[in-house]
C-alpha cells in the first residue's frame, strides 16, 4: 500500500536541493544582469541614430507648425 503523506527529505537530500538552487539563482541573476547591459546599450545606439535623430527633428517641426 502506497502513503498520501508527503514524505520530508533527509537534511543532506535538502542541503543539495538548496544549493542546486541557489546556483539556478545565481545563472539567472547573471542572465538578467546581461539582458540589462544589452539593453542599455541598444537604448544608447538608438538615441545616437541618425534615424532617432531625423524622426525627433521631423516631430519637433510638426509641433512647432500646429
Do not use: C, F
Amino acid at each position: 500500500m502506497t502513503s498520501q503523506t508527503p514524505r520530508i527529505p533527509d537534511a543532506e537530500t535538502r542541503k543539495k536541493e538548496v544549493e542546486q538552487l541557489q546556483a539556478v539563482v545565481k545563472r539567472m541573476d547573471e542572465g538578467i544582469t546581461q539582458l540589462d547591459n544589452l539593453i542599455e546599450k541598444l537604448e544608447e545606439d538608438i538615441q545616437n541614430s541618425p534615424l532617432t535623430a531625423y524622426r525627433l527633428r521631423r516631430i519637433q517641426k510638426m509641433t512647432q507648425s500646429e
